[in-house]
């Protein structure tokens, strides 16, 4: 018995389930404007550190959180892994993390600064209060 001997009605129709091709246009989607995504992180957080400082040199958290979307992306290319839906939010889960990261310790660093009066020192302190303040103990320094 072949196929054709089994003459199947004309009015069968298949078709792909709607979830399946909600994801695929939703991982191709997710893969093509990854760039896109990383450069609207990196605006709105200019936006953010100019509207609540009020100062353009504030900016400065964003070097270092250029340099580590950088080296993400350079240490993806050495490895070899392929750009997938989770590696193509790791630049703006980078961006966010790496932000609340540089501006705890330029907001730490202005405090000592403004307390110590001395840029070397208030570097050393504002660094060493954020590392005893990540660390779990029973007396954290504030």
Not at 53 to 75: E, K
Request: proline share 4%.
């Amino acid at each position: 018995m072949t196929l054709h001997s089994l003459n199947p009605r004309s009015e069968l129709l298949c078709s792909l389930p709607e979830d399946l091709i909600f994801f695929t246009t939703l991982m191709h989607d997710m893969g093509s404007s990854k760039d896109s995504m990383t450069i609207l992180g990196f605006i709105m957080i200019f936006v953010y550190l100019v509207l609540v400082y009020r100062h353009l040199h504030v900016v400065s958290p964003l070097v270092p959180i250029i340099a580590i979307v950088g080296w993400n992306a350079v240490a993806m290319y050495a490895l070899g892994i392929a750009h997938t839906p989770l590696t193509a939010t790791l630049g703006s889960t980078t961006i966010g993390v790496a932000a609340e990261y540089t501006i705890l310790v330029i907001e730490r660093y202005a405090e000592e600064e403004e307390r110590l009066h001395n840029s070397q020192e208030a570097i050393q302190e504002s660094v060493q209060k954020i590392v005893l303040c990540r660390k779990p103990c029973s007396k954290q320094i504030v």
